[in-house]
C-alpha cells in the first residue's frame, strides 16, 4: 500500500491545485495574523473558513481524482496487487497532500507570528486537528459516492450535495426543529444531532474551547458541561474518527463486488 | 492454461457473458474476435479479475483465479485505453510500474525499439496517442511473462511501430508463451493468429484455426469470413 501511497500523493503533490489550496491558506494566515493582531479572533475566524472549505475541497479533490484516474487505476488492477490496497492507497494519498496543505499553509505564518509563545497554541492545534480530520472524512466519502456512481457528472453532483446537505442543509434543518419544538426540552435533542454531523461537531468542538461558549445560553451550558470535560473531547474524537472508519469499511465492501 | 467454465456476467439487465466455456492451452496466439459488445474486454477483464462474473470459475495454471491477486505477476496486459496520470514523466511511471511487480524486466531495449528516448522526461500529459500507446506496449513487454494479453494492441500505432509490434508478439511466441489479443483489423489476425475464437451473444461461437474458419465459411477471404459469421447474427 505505501507504494501506491507515495505515488498518489506525489502525484498530487506537483498537481496546480494543491499549491493553489496551500498557498490560500498561507495567504488566508498572513493577512489573519498581520491584519487582525488578536490570536483568538484570528483562530476564530479560521474556524469558520476550514469548517466549510475542507469539507468541500476534500469532497470536489476525492471525486476528481478518483474519475480522473479511472484508467490508470485500471493499469494497476491488472498488476499482482490487491484490490483494496489500491484503493487504499490512493485515499491515504489524498487525504494526507490535502492535510498537508492545510498545516503547512496555516502553520508558517503562525509560527512566523509567534503561536509558541502564546496561549492558543492549544486552540490553535485543536484546528488543524479538526481539520485534518474533516479532510480525511469527507475524502473517504467522496470516494464512497464516486466507487458507487460510475457516471462522472453524477457522481460529482451526488458528492456537491453532500457537502451541501452538511455544511448547510442540516443545520437549516436543525434550527427549524429548534424553533418548532421550542416547547420542550431540546438540550440531549441538540447534543445529539450535532453529534451526527462531523462539521457540526467540529464546529462544536472548537467553539467551546475558545471563551465565547457563555454566548451560547442554557444550550450552551449544557454543551459546555459534555464538551468541555475530558470526556466529552474524547467521544467527540472517536465519533469523528467512526466518521473515517466507517465510509473506510464500506469502501472496502464495494470494491469487492465491483467491476471496472 | 487458461480454462474459463461457465462464465455467467450481467450488467444490470444486459447479458454480456452467457454460460461461457473456453479452454486455452499454452503456446500460440490467439486472437479473440467478435462484434461490438459481443464481450471480448469483459472476458478479458473476468480472467483479469477486474470484472466479477455471476457465476463460473476461471483457472489459469490449474488454479481458480477469483478472488486472488498474486498469479497477475504471471501475465502481461496491455489495456485498450492508454490514460496515464499527466502530472508523471515516462521513465517516472516505467520506475513506478518495475517498483509494483517483484520482477525482472528488459525496459531498455523496449525503448530504444520504439524510439522513445526523447520523451523519457516529457509529462505523459503531453503526449500524443501514437506515443502514449508506444509507452503502454513498453510497459506490457517489459516483464517476462507465461501469459500475454493485449487488448487492441494496434490503436494509433504508426507503421513503423506496428512492425515492431509484430517482430515482438512473433518474439515471444517463439519463446512458447501464449498471447491473447483482441482486435479489428483481420489483416492483422490473418497474419499473426495460429488460433481464432470468436465469440457471439456471450458464447463461443467458433473456436479453431484460420484455414478450418475459411472452409466452414466457404470464403477464401478471412475478412469475409468473419463478416459471414457476424451476419448471421443479423439474421
Known amino acids: ?260 | 492454461m487458461i480454462e474459463f467454465k461457465n462464465i455467467h456476467k450481467k450488467f444490470g439487465k444486459l447479458v454480456v457473458l452467457d454460460g461461457l466455456n473456453l479452454s486455452i492451452k499454452k503456446g500460440g496466439i490467439f486472437a479473440i474476435l467478435g462484434p461490438n459488445g459481443s464481450g471480448k474486454t469483459t472476458l478479458i477483464k473476468s480472467l483479469l479479475g477486474m470484472v466479477i462474473p455471476n457465476k463460473g470459475d476461471i483457472l489459469f495454471q490449474d488454479k481458480s483465479v477469483l478472488k486472488k491477486w498474486d498469479y497477475r505477476n504471471q501475465l502481461n496486459y496491455l489495456p485498450q485505453i492508454a490514460n496515464f496520470p499527466p502530472n508523471l514523466s515516462v521513465i517516472e511511471l516505467i520506475k513506478m510500474v518495475k517498483n509494483l511487480r517483484p520482477k525482472e524486466s528488459n525496459e531498455q531495449d523496449l525503448i530504444t525499439l520504439f524510439g522513445l528516448e526523447p520523451f523519457l522526461q516529457k509529462k505523459l500529459g503531453t503526449l500524443s496517442g501514437g506515443t502514449k500507446q508506444k509507452v503502454n506496449l513498453v510497459l506490457t513487454f517489459m516483464f517476462d511473462s507465461e501469459l500475454i494479453i493485449l487488448d487492441e494492441p494496434t490503436t494509433g500505432l504508426d507503421p513503423i511501430a506496428l512492425i515492431h509490434l509484430k517482430e515482438l508478439i512473433k518474439k515471444e511466441k517463439e519463446k512458447g508463451k501464449t498471447i491473447l489479443i483482441t482486435t479489428h483489423i483481420m489483416s492483422f489476425v490473418d497474419e499473426m493468429a495460429d488460433e481464432i475464437v470468436f465469440l457471439l451473444d456471450g458464447k463461443i461461437y467458433f473456436k479453431g484455426s484460420i484455414d478450418a474458419l475459411k472452409k466452414q465459411t466457404n470464403n477464401d477471404n478471412l475478412e469475409h469470413a468473419i463478416a459471414n459469421l457476424i451476419s448471421k447474427q443479423y439474421a
Open chain 1, 1 to 260: 500500500m505505501l507504494k501506491i501511497l507515495k505515488y498518489s500523493f506525489f502525484d498530487l503533490m506537483r498537481s496546480r491545485w494543491s499549491y493553489v489550496y496551500f498557498i490560500f491558506y498561507l495567504a488566508l494566515g498572513f493577512v489573519l495574523l498581520f491584519l487582525n493582531n488578536d490570536l483568538n479572533k484570528a483562530v476564530i475566524t479560521l474556524m469558520n473558513i476550514i469548517i466549510v472549505l475542507t469539507p468541500l475541497i476534500g469532497t470536489i479533490f476525492g471525486v476528481m481524482y478518483y474519475y480522473n484516474s479511472k484508467e490508470f487505476t485500471e493499469l494497476l488492477l491488472a498488476q499482482p496487487i490487491k484490490r483494496n490496497t489500491i484503493f487504499m492507497g490512493q485515499y491515504v494519498g489524498i487525504a494526507l497532500s490535502l492535510t498537508l496543505s492545510l498545516v503547512l499553509g496555516l502553520g508558517i505564518p503562525f509560527v512566523l507570528y509567534g503561536l509558541f509563545r502564546s496561549t492558543a497554541i492549544f486552540d490553535f492545534s485543536l484546528l488543524l486537528v479538526v481539520g485534518s480530520f474533516l479532510n480525511f472524512i469527507f475524502v473517504a466519502l467522496s470516494y464512497n459516492i464516486a466507487l458507487s456512481t460510475d457516471n462522472k457528472i453524477k457522481g460529482f453532483g451526488y458528492a456537491i450535495l453532500m457537502w451541501l446537505f452538511l455544511a448547510v442543509i442540516y443545520d437549516g434543518i436543525f434550527l427549524i426543529s429548534l424553533l418548532l419544538f421550542n416547547d420542550y426540552p431540546l438540550d440531549k435533542f441538540s447534543l445529539i444531532a450535532t453529534m451526527l454531523n462531523p462539521i457540526d461537531l467540529s464546529r462544536i468542538l472548537i467553539l467551546l474551547k475558545l471563551d465565547i461558549s457563555a454566548l451560547l445560553g442554557y444550550t450552551g451550558a449544557v454543551f459546555r458541561s459534555f464538551f468541555g470535560t475530558s470526556l466529552g473531547m474524547v467521544v467527540s474524537l472517536l465519533l469523528l474518527s467512526l466518521w473515517v472508519i466507517l465510509p473506510v469499511f464500506r469502501m472496502n465492501r464495494k470494491l469487492r463486488k465491483k467491476d471496472f
